[in-house]
């Protein structure tokens, strides 16, 4: 059995959730925060048998997409703790899906 890690954009979310549920795989969805652009995204939490694993990782590939964001990043001009903060615009690629794949150990439902 695999646990499949996947940090999605809050924009695919819902559509990735259906099709997962609607080919039998169980999904837990958490709202997490990217550290880089400090906004929101979407992490699933997908446990998967070995022989559907595959089918897993391609509706993830087929779903999420990847799009251009920009952000305004803060950085510190100056250096030091006397120095000024400043922010311009960086446009950074998100995405498609951010995927972990870890091998299950042990299942247990109580
Ligand atoms: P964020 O950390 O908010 O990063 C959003 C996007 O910003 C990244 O997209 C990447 O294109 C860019 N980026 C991240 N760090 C950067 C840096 N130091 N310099 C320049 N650009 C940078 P993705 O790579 O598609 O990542 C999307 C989200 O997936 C990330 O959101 C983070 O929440 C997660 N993620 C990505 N790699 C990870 C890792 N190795 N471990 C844990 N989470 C990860």
Redesign the pocket.
């Known amino acids: 059995m695999k646990l499949v890690i996947a940090?999605v954009q809050d924009e695919d979310a819902s559509r990735l959730i259906t099709h997962l549920m609607n080919e039998g795989y169980g999904v837990t969805k958490l709202a997490?925060?990217?550290?880089?652009?400090?906004?929101g995204?979407t992490t699933l939490l997908v446990g998967v048998d070995d022989c559907r694993f595959e089918g897993c990782m391609a509706i993830i590939e087929k779903v999420c997409k990847?799009r251009k964001?920009i952000?305004t990043s803060p950085i510190t001009m100056g250096g030091g703790t006397a120095g000024m903060y400043s922010s311009y615009p960086i446009e950074?690629?998100?995405?498609g899906a951010?995927v972990f794949v870890l091998t299950v150990e042990q299942f247990v439902k109580y």
Do not use: D, M, R, Y
């Not at 997490?32 to 906004?39: D, P």
């Not at 950074?92 to 995405?95: F, I, K």
């Open positions: 940090i997490t925060t990217g550290g880089f652009l400090k906004s995204n990847s964001q952000a950074v690629t998100v995405g951010t």
